[in-house]
């Protein structure tokens, strides 16, 4: 079996944090309350971990997979994105964990 890479927020929970991170769990969590929260996916950490392993390359079954939720949102919302193909880099928050925060935003002078 394939790895899932990718949630709608209506098949998430708060439990999910570990996979999801803190924002994907949470939206999820909040979708599934009922609350008013626009309709998204979230990419998750294992995504974002062999994203790093590949060399700061997404993964073309990954970048398939986008597309395809991609095009759920679409029928869901119904509204079409106009954009070709995903964005070739992740959200610098795409990538949270409970454990780390994304690539250098530690190591870098917060203020100069």
């Not at 998430?12 to 979708?31: C, F, I, S, Y």
């Not at 994203?51 to 986008?66: C, H, K």
């Not at 880099?89 to 250098?104: I, N, T």
């Amino acid at each position: 079996m394939s790895t899932k890479y990718l949630y709608l927020f209506t098949e998430g929970n708060a439990d999910m944090r570990e996979l999801l991170g803190g924002k994907g769990a949470n939206l999820a969590e909040m979708t599934n309350l009922g609350m008013p929260v626009p309709q998204g996916f979230t990419i998750t950490t294992e995504a974002c971990n062999r994203y790093y392993d590949d060399g700061r390359t997404i993964a073309p079954e990954i970048e398939s997979d986008i597309i395809a939720y991609m095009a759920k949102l679409e029928e869901i919302t119904g509204k079409k994105f106009e954009m070709p193909k995903p964005a070739s880099r992740f959200s610098a928050f795409g990538c949270e964990s409970v454990h780390a925060g994304y690539d250098g935003y530690y190591s870098q002078p917060r203020h100069q």
